[in-house]
């Protein structure tokens, strides 16, 4: 079975179809890539996945169960977390801390196991020197790698991860890579949407197309990539 799946969702503010009857399939330890040009609804996906938009038709389910409508407080305790419905990073905490407040969010474990679980995600990531830092000191990779502490700290099952990567230069991407392996290793399953072409293609089993809010294809990387209707509406655009 699917850990999560997604009927027919459908989004508009106003006149505008945001997201257009999309249906998708996440399994089990599964990373999915999400790509498409500007304004073709990914957010917008990862916002009604994790209760913080409401559809305006369609459907999500997670271990058969429907979801939507949920709040995104629900969500995130069934095992659903995108990296932004964490409250957000507070600067002037320290990095451990940081983790730590996540952590109580998630599942509400108890102060004790929370400590113990925020200090060993942030070995994880390879941010435990910094434990004690002002999280507002950390580079943009470190910030990066500590908002993945955060929602592994929530103990999410299904990590929704918009641009995770964006701002980071190849060998940072290239580490970024080898750690969702080792998360998705550690039994987690992925979402990720993302503009670095290479970074897709190497982290990704399956990719899904969005342009204009509709799903114009779904497969292994490598032949998604080949796809002229992709081309047209997003490659070409992106490579030249
Ligand atoms: N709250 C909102 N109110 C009105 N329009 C919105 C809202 N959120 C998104 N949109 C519009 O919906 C469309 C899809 O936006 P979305 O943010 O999902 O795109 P995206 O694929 O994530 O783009 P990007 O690659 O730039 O992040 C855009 O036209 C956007 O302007
Ligand atoms: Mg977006």
């Known amino acids: 079975m699917s850990i999560l799946e997604v009927r027919a969702l459908t989004k508009s503010f106003g006149s505008l179809v945001a997201l257009d009857r999309v249906d998708l399939k996440l399994a089990e330890g599964e990373i999915l890539g999400i790509i498409g040009p500007n304004g073709a609804g990914k957010s917008t996906l990862f916002n009604l996945i994790a209760g913080l938009e409401r559809p305006s038709a369609g459907a999500v389910y997670y271990r058969g169960a429907a979801i939507s409508g949920l709040t995104t407080d629900a969500v995130c305790r069934l095992g659903i977390t995108k990296t932004f419905q964490i409250p957000q990073l507070f600067p ?127 497969g292994r990387p490598r032949d998604v990539m080949r796809d002229p209707a992709v081309i047209k509406a997003y490659l070409g655009e992106a490579y030249t």
């Open 92 to 218: 002037r905490m320290s990095v451990l801390e940081n983790v730590f407040v996540a952590g109580l969010y998630g599942k509400g474990v108890s102060l004790g196991p929370a400590r113990y679980q925020a200090e060993t995600w942030l070995e994880f990531v390879g941010l435990a020197d910094k434990a004690a830092a002002a999280a507002e000191t950390l580079s943009l990779p470190e910030r990066r790698r500590l908002d993945l502490a955060r929602v592994l700290a929530t103990d999410a099952r299904v990590l929704l991860l918009d641009e995770n990567m964006a701002g980071l230069n190849q060998r940072e991407v290239a580490a970024s890579v080898a750690l969702l392996r080792q998360v998705r290793d550690r039994g987690r399953s992925l979402m990720v949407i993302e503009h670095i072409m290479r970074a897709i293609a190497d982290l990704a089993d399956r990719v899904l197309v969005l342009n204009y809010g509709e799903k114009i294809a779904e």
